[in-house]
C-alpha cells in the first residue's frame, strides 16, 4: 500500500514562540515542518530545496515579509505563501495577495483555520505542477487542439504518427464532443498531403435531399434552385483529404453512391454527364458501431469495409480522467486570450469538482464549463460555486487520480527508520560534525537541521558522540 509523503513547510516568522506553536500544530496534523527565523534564511534554505508551502509574517526585522515575498515570487512563481499578518484591517495582507500571495491569515492564529488553508495551498501547489508536467510532456507535439498526456492518448498520437506514412482510408470510433475533427485533421496535416485542402462535412447536419449535392456538386439547372454550377466537397478535396463525420447517418441511397465513389475514384456531379476525377484521401467518424448497423441492415457491409481499412478509437473523457486538469488549463488560456477575463487560475476544490464529474459530452462539455466559469468567475481563481450546479453531485464516484498521491512510499515506515539510521550512523562516525554529516548525506544546511528536529535528535548529539566512542574502544 502506498501512502503520502509528508509535505515539507517552511514557517518564517521571527517570534520563536508562535514559530514552535505552528510547528506543533502542522506536525501534529502530518506535515513536516522547517522552522525559520527571518526573510533572509527562507531565501537561502529555497536554494537548497523547496517546500509544499511557506507560511510567511509580514512584520519582521531586516528583509521583512513583502520584501520576502517579492524575492521568492521571483525565482518560484508558483510557490503558495500564506501571509501572517497582526494586522486586523488586513491592508498589508491585501497589497501581498496583490504581489502573488495565496491568502492571508490574521493573528491571533487559529489552528482549524491554518490546517484548512495549508491544505488547501498545498493541493494547489500540487495541481499547479501537475499541469505544468503535463504541459511539457506534451510540448511540440504538433497536432493543433489536442490535449493529452494520458496512456489512451499516447496511443491514439502513436497511430496518428504510423497513419502519416500511409494513404488508406481511417474510420474514427469516439462518442460525441471526443476531438473526432481534431484527430482527422491531425492525420491530414501529419501526411503528404498537408499542402492540399482539409475538407470536413458533418453527414448528420446536412438534409438528405442536399447531401449528394454537397458531396458531389451539382450543374445549373439540375434542379430547382441550381442557378449555377457547384463544386462539390469531393472535388474540393483533390489532393487533400475529406472528413465525413457522423458516416453512420447516410442514406442507403448515399451510401450506394459512396460506395461507387471509393470503387471508382470519380463521380458525376448531379444532372451532370461527364465524369470527375478526384484525388483525395477519406477519413471518416461515427459515434455508432458500424459493425452492429451492418449487422442489423442498416449500413452497407461492402462500405463498411472500404471505410475501416484502419479504425482508430477515441477514450471518452471519463476514461482518461488525467488529461482533465490539463485540457481545463489550455481551455481556461483560451479564454483569457478571446475574453480578457481575471480568472487566471482553477482551485484545487474545483478542480475535484471536474475530476469527479463523469463527462457524458466529453471534451466539449469541459471546454463549455471552463468558458461559462470564466465568465462568472468574480476573482483570478475558479472556484467550485463558478461550475454548474449538475457537476456537483454528492457522492459521485471517479477514477481520477488524486494528485496527493503522485509521491509515495511504504506504508511500514521502514523509509523513515532508515533514514534515522543513516544519520545517527554519520553523526558517530563524523564524531558530531554537523558539515562532514551534510557532505556525506549530500543534505543542505537547512534539510540537516530539520532531520535533527524530526528525529528528535537536536539535544542528543553528545550522547551520540559519547556512544560511538563507547562503541569503538
Not at 109 to 116: F, I
Request: glycine share 8%.
Amino acid at each position: 500500500m502506498n501512502v503520502e509523503l509528508p509535505s515539507l513547510i517552511y514557517v518564517v516568522d521571527d517570534d520563536e514562540h508562535l514559530r514552535m506553536l505552528l510547528c506543533r500544530w502542522l506536525e501534529r496534523a502530518g506535515f513536516e515542518v522547517c522552522p525559520l527565523n527571518d526573510g533572509v534564511v527562507c531565501l537561502e534554505a529555497l536554494e537548497e530545496e523547496i517546500p509544499a508551502a511557506v507560511c510567511l509574517d509580514l512584520n519582521m526585522p531586516g528583509l521583512s515579509g513583502l520584501e520576502t515575498l517579492e524575492r521568492i515570487r521571483e525565482h518560484n512563481p508558483s510557490l503558495p505563501i500564506i501571509v501572517l499578518t497582526a494586522d486586523a484591517t488586513a491592508g498589508t495582507a491585501v497589497e501581498a495577495m496583490k504581489r502573488g500571495a495565496h491568502d492571508y491569515l490574521t493573528k491571533p492564529l487559529d489552528e482549524t483555520k491554518l490546517l484548512t488553508t495549508l491544505r488547501n495551498a498545498v493541493e494547489h501547489g500540487r495541481l499547479s505542477l501537475r499541469v505544468a508536467q503535463l504541459e511539457r510532456e506534451v510540448e511540440g507535439r504538433g497536432y493543433p487542439g489536442i490535449v493529452g498526456s494520458s496512456a489512451a492518448m499516447k496511443a491514439v498520437f502513436r497511430q496518428i504518427d504510423r497513419l502519416a506514412v500511409s494513404d488508406v482510408s481511417v474510420l474514427i470510433h469516439g462518442e460525441s464532443g471526443t476531438g473526432k475533427e481534431l484527430v482527422a485533421k491531425a492525420i491530414h496535416q501529419s501526411s503528404g498531403r498537408s499542402k492540399k485542402a482539409f475538407v470536413a462535412v458533418n453527414s448528420a447536419a446536412i438534409p438528405e435531399n442536399l447531401l449528394e449535392s454537397e458531396l458531389f456538386g451539382h450543374e445549373k439547372g439540375s434542379f430547382t434552385g441550381a442557378v449555377g454550377r457547384r463544386i462539390g466537397r469531393f472535388e474540393e478535396a483533390d489532393g487533400g483529404t475529406i472528413f465525413l463525420d457522423e458516416i453512420g447517418e447516410l442514406s442507403p441511397n448515399v451510401q450506394a453512391k459512396l460506395l461507387r465513389v471509393l470503387q471508382e475514384r470519380n463521380f458525376q456531379r448531379v444532372g451532370g454527364t461527364f465524369q470527375v476525377k478526384s484525388n483525395f484521401r477519406l477519413v471518416t467518424a461515427t459515434h455508432r458501431n458500424l459493425a452492429e448497423e451492418v449487422k442489423a441492415g442498416r449500413f452497407r457491409e461492402d462500405l463498411f469495409f472500404r471505410l475501416a481499412v484502419f479504425e482508430l478509437d477515441l477514450p471518452p473523457l471519463r476514461k482518461r480522467t488525467g488529461d482533465i486538469p490539463l485540457l481545463a488549463a489550455s481551455f481556461l488560456r483560451e479564454q483569457q486570450t478571446t475574453m480578457g477575463s481575471t480568472a487566471k487560475s482553477i482551485s484545487s476544490a474545483a478542480m475535484q469538482v471536474l475530476l469527479r464529474h463523469e463527462w457524458p459530452g466529453n471534451i466539449r462539455e469541459l471546454q463549455n464549463v471552463i468558458q461559462r466559469a470564466v465568465v462568472v468567475a468574480e476573482g483570478e481563481e475558479i472556484l467550485p460555486q463558478d461550475l454548474p450546479s449538475r457537476l456537483h453531485v454528492a457522492g459521485g464516484a471517479t477514477n481520477a487520480p488524486a494528485f496527493n498521491e503522485l509521491d509515495s512510499r511504504d506504508s511500514s515506515g521502514t523509509l523513515e527508520d532508515a533514514s534515522k539510521r543513516l544519520l545517527v550512523a554519520a553523526l558517530v562516525k563524523h564524531d558530531g560534525n554537523a558539515s562532514a554529516v551534510m557532505r556525506e548525506l549530500k543534505v543542505g544546511r537547512t534539510r540537516f537541521y530539520r532531520m535533527l528536529r524530526k528525529f528528535d535528535l537536536e539535544g542528543r548529539i553528545d550522547e551520540i558522540r559519547q556512544s560511538g566512542k563507547g562503541s569503538s574502544e
